[in-house]
């Protein structure tokens, strides 16, 4: 099928990688990849801190861009949440609403799309390493998928992972949440911090970015040896 990426903010100034590896595994299974690279943000920022006027203006454009794909696949729990699950809620009883809830039907987020809808598990990817998994709030909590992550990183040949004790809990990022609570943020961050170190992994894997910003930069400040990784570029390792 041919299969348009979103690729978030924030992914593609700061994470590049995270995008070019979701293109490498949709391409070796043999799927067409597009891009609008002119596609900026789904307008999850001004929605989560009230402003959904502002919201719509941001969402609209994506709407557009995306109404004629054949499926959306978006590198982030956050902004997958967002476009499935918020943008009927952000259009309800506008004229926009038929059209947000189509959308919606079509977006998933990376690891439930190979899971779920291609069926795919085993990507014959290779990554020696002991690791643990976050899980994020939108991921878990909005769009209900924790086991398509694990389905997929049990077929990685050499990877063990040792699950944490609070890996279902927040990390504190929260997008605005962290600059407008940053003591709050930073106590949540470093108690999931201590909860991925007590497991002894090398890494610690989820499927946001911009919680494994939050993490890492915990991580780096108390001078842990961990590192955070993206479930996709795990999976492009070969």
């Known amino acids: 099928m ?3 990426l979103f690729v978030p ?8 990688k995270v995008g070019i590896s979701m293109v490498h595994i949709l391409e070796r299974l043999g799927h067409k990849v597009q891009f609008h690279e002119d596609i900026a943000c789904c307008g999850q920022p001004a929605f989560n801190s009230g402003y959904w006027d502002q919201a719509r203006t941001v969402a609209l454009p994506v709407m557009e861009k995306l109404k004629d794909a054949e499926a959306v696949v978006i590198a982030s729990g956050s902004c997958g949440a967002m476009l499935h699950v918020f943008y009927p809620e952000l259009f309800a009883k506008t004229p926009h609403a038929e059209e ?9 987020e990376f690891s439930d799309f190979l899971v779920s809808k291609l069926g795919v598990t085993d990507l014959g990817a290779k990554f020696p390493a002991k690791v643990t998994f976050h899980d994020g709030c939108h991921g878990l909590r909005e769009l209900g998928k924790k086991k398509p992550a694990r389905q997929l990183l049990a077929q990685v040949q050499g990877l063990e992972l040792i699950e944490m004790k609070e890996a279902e809990i927040c990390c ?47 991580a780096d400040k108390q001078g842990k040896r961990m590192k955070t990784i ?7 390792a070969t």
């Open 2 to 4: 041919t299969v348009t």
């Open 9 to 16: 903010c924030f992914v593609d100034l700061m994470f590049p």
């Open 100 to 108: 947000a809830n189509a959308l919606a039907a079509k977006c998933y």
């Open 172 to 218: 504190g990022f929260g997008g605005t949440f962290s600059a407008k609570f940053p003591m709050i943020s930073t106590a949540m961050g470093e108690v999931k911090c201590a909860s991925a170190q007590e497991t002894g992994a090398d890494y610690i894997v989820s499927n946001d970015s911009s919680c494994l910003m939050q993490i890492q930069g915990i």
């Open 230 to 236: 993206h479930l996709a570029e795990i999976l492009a």
